[in-house]
């Protein structure tokens, strides 16, 4: 009897499910710098001049550092054990400890902390560390190819203003201590960075080298866009496990990940007043 009851209740709850995940797609997924970037949907064309360009990395690199401290504030700020290593898996690896994939990751195996070559799956347990596998260098790697000086490069001093704010949004609701807004916010985050954005920034790249006859290193974005294109297909389940486990106020999770999504938004569209600037 017990066992029927639960059944029923699961359906119910399946179905309260789907009503919510029709409310994200058409309240949340669809906010404005998921579905129409201009600043992207430029890019990719790869007719920056290097100006241009040069800004957009500095601006990348700040987001990039200022990353690290909202992701240490979500370790912080974790409510459980699990939660907190989940995000000290991400933030391990943005420092420089390479995914290990039993079975897939070779001990030795030369230059594993290239992009090119660095893992997108398993864990940083047992992973090893290079300086040279931080996401940062990577970026860096770009940005010394481009001859801007380390000082110019990844410091919130290099900021724009619409460039902080959409930091000081990530700290505030993604890094926050709030575990209802910082579920939100991750949710926002995780489905913006899954949007496709990476692959118009590497096409832009591309297309940038062939007209300069540059070699510019993309791996950050290139690898980047591997991890999103196997993380893409996690969210849904994650958000369907979080709906189940946790009672939750829907309007809240909504309204929250809008918010972060406004904070996105800011960014690109600082970017967007930039290019034009230096047009
Ligand atoms: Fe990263």
Not at 72 to 84: R, S, Y
Not at 157 to 168: I, K, S, V, Y
Request: with cysteine; net charge negative.
């Amino acid at each position: 009897m017990d066992r029927l009851r639960g059944l029923v209740e699961n359906r119910v709850s399946a179905g309260t499910f789907d009503r919510f995940k029709a409310r994200i797609d058409s309240e949340l997924l669809n906010h404005r710098v998921i579905v129409n970037n201009a600043y992207t949907r430029w890019f990719a064309q790869g007719e920056q001049n290097e100006a241009q360009l040069k800004a957009f990395v500095v601006q990348f690199s700040v987001f990039s550092n200022q990353f690290l401290v909202a992701q240490l504030n979500k370790v912080i700020n974790a409510d459980t054990l699990e939660g907190m290593r989940a995000s000290k898996e991400i933030l391990a690896n943005e420092l420089g400890v390479t995914f290990n994939k039993a079975g897939v990751e070779r001990p030795g195996l030369s230059a594993a902390y290239d992009p090119d070559h660095a893992g997108i799956e398993g864990s940083v347990q047992g992973g090893l560390f290079h300086f040279e596998a931080g996401h940062f260098e990577w970026l860096w790697q770009l940005a010394s190819k481009l001859g801007l000086p380390f000082e110019e490069v990844g410091h919130r001093r290099n900021g724009t203003p619409a460039t902080l704010h959409f930091c000081d949004e990530l700290i505030r609701l993604y890094g926050g201590d709030n575990y209802e807004i910082s579920q939100a916010a991750s949710f926002a985050v995780e489905n913006w960075a899954a949007a496709g954005f990476w692959k118009e920034l590497i096409e832009g790249f591309r297309r940038y080298n062939e007209k300069h006859g540059t070699r510019l290193p993309l791996g950050f974005f290139v690898w980047h866009d591997r991890l999103e294109a196997q993380h893409a297909r996690h969210t849904q389940e994650e958000l369907e496990e979080y709906y189940f486990q946790t009672p939750l106020d829907e309007d809240a999770f909504i309204r929250y990940g809008n918010e972060m999504l406004d904070g996105v938004a800011a960014f690109w569209d600082g970017l967007e007043d930039q290019r034009l600037t230096l047009a």
